[in-house]
């Protein structure tokens, strides 16, 4: 399970000209799913992004996660193209991506293990749908993670 966390000061998903949802400050996930994802790693991404430091504190060091902002809002949006393999020529792969039949149930359980741990509702896209996704990010601040990639010190 992939994931790129932005933190912003707006995100937005449209389909078809239409707003399906949008939050001012806060974080904006892309979350890319494969096959051998278990809840073990929405477990551990939901845990990490929930704590992770990555706010200004009032010193304006990134010293604080978002569920210390009770207005800060958390958008999901599925990517699988997080999952794609560049190795051989110029056309990725997205073998690796997991199909709608698996994927999406581990979408919708990301994004509400993500809601529990946090306590914030979580907007989402609509898996599959052709989004416009818009965001302002703050900083920049963006990070990639990846459960099957755990840093060990």
Do not use: W
Request: charged share 25%.
């Amino acid at each position: 399970m992939r994931v790129v966390i932005q933190r912003v000061k707006s995100a937005s998903v449209d389909i078809v000209g239409n707003r399906k949802s949008g939050i001012g400050s806060g974080l904006m996930i892309l979350l890319g799913i494969e096959d051998r994802d278990t809840d073990e790693d929405i477990d551990y991404l939901s845990r990490k992004i929930a704590n992770m430091r990555i706010f200004n504190d009032e010193h304006g060091v990134m010293n604080r996660p978002v569920t210390d902002f009770p207005e800060a809002g958390i958008l999901v949006v599925s990517q699988f193209t997080l999952m794609a393999s560049t190795r051989k020529g110029n056309r990725p792969s997205y073998i690796h991506a997991s199909r709608p039949e698996f994927a999406i149930p581990m979408y919708e359980k990301f994004c509400d293990v993500l809601s529990s741990v946090t306590g914030k509702a979580v907007e989402t896209g609509t898996f599959g749908a052709d989004m416009q996704v818009s965001l302002v990010n703050d900083g920049p601040v963006t990070i990639i993670m990846d459960s099957h990639l755990r840093e060990s010190f």
